[in-house]
């Protein structure tokens, strides 16, 4: 709710880019020892842990890190 009123931009985008990554290191930990699990990732029955669903939970995880530097950025030139 915080990141999308705005409040706290920069310090939340860092949390939500560090969970992001967590789950990316986990999901591509499970896919490289070959389990055979599903990400549940919000969808029923969820997806297996594949390249799809590394390519796409890998495009969250870059545009959290986009944003939270353009809201680093809009600090900076803020404070200028």
């Given amino acids: 709710v915080f990141l999308l009123a705005g409040v706290w931009r920069r310090w939340l985008g860092i949390v939500t ?5 967590g789950f990316m290191f986990g999901m591509i930990r499970a896919w490289h ?5 599903n990400c549940g ?4 029955g969820g997806d297996k842990v594949g390249p799809i669903t590394l390519a ?3 495009s969250f995880l870059v545009l959290s890190l986009a ?6 950025i809009a600090a900076k030139r803020q404070k200028s």
């Fill in 67 to 72: 944003l939270t530097i353009l809201a680093f």
């Fill in 33 to 37: 020892k070959g389990l055979n699990i």
């Fill in 56 to 58: 796409r939970d890998g």
């Fill in 17 to 21: 880019s560090l969970l992001l990554g």
């Fill in 41 to 44: 990732c919000g969808l029923p």
